[in-house]
């Protein structure tokens, strides 16, 4: 299944885009998010040495039916990004003037109500405090138990 394009342009809710992401997408900027210890703090990719052909591996992992990666993007920049894989929902903001404004919720929402409206599954596990919350306003039934 090919990776949409998902949008959300709600009055008074932070503005968000879910663009398919690809290798053409890369920059400096998502290498370095990925090197950055306090961005990667809760994230799988937090003991690794990330290049520009470790990303790119990284993204053509996703080349399944049933997995996903999103660029986010607000207000014209890309932000940060969305992975769905084996049911498990991820979200990375790399730039940080980003972080804590509901730009994440607002992502979230919109990759897991559009995963949902297609049958799949979907966990979101994590220690990350930020993102349990973002998971209980989303409406992630499994929260409670984390």
């Known amino acids: ?13 932070p503005g968000v885009d879910l663009l398919p992401f690809t ?7 998502y290498v370095r998010w990925l090197n950055d210890p306090n961005v990667t703090l ?9 290049t520009y052909e470790t990303c790119r591996e990284f993204i ?3 080349d399944t039916i049933r997995s996903h990666i999103w ?10 990004n969305i992975t769905y894989s084996n049911f498990d929902l991820a979200i ?16 979230i929402k919109l990759a897991y109500n559009w995963l949902r409206s297609e049958g799949r599954e979907v966990s979101m596990g994590t220690k990350n405090p930020a993102m349990r919350r973002v998971m209980k306003k989303v409406g992630y039934a499994d929260c409670a138990g984390l």
């Open 1 to 13: 299944m090919v990776t949409p394009h998902l949008s959300n342009k709600e009055p008074e809710k």
């Open 23 to 29: 290798e053409e997408h890369m920059h400096d900027d």
């Open 42 to 50: 809760y994230s799988r990719q937090k003991n690794r040495t990330h």
């Open 60 to 62: 053509r992992s996703f």
């Open 71 to 80: 660029m986010i993007v607000a207000n014209g920049q890309h932000i940060g």
């Open 92 to 107: 990375m903001i790399g730039r940080r003037e980003y972080w804590n404004k509901g730009y994440g919720t607002a992502a």
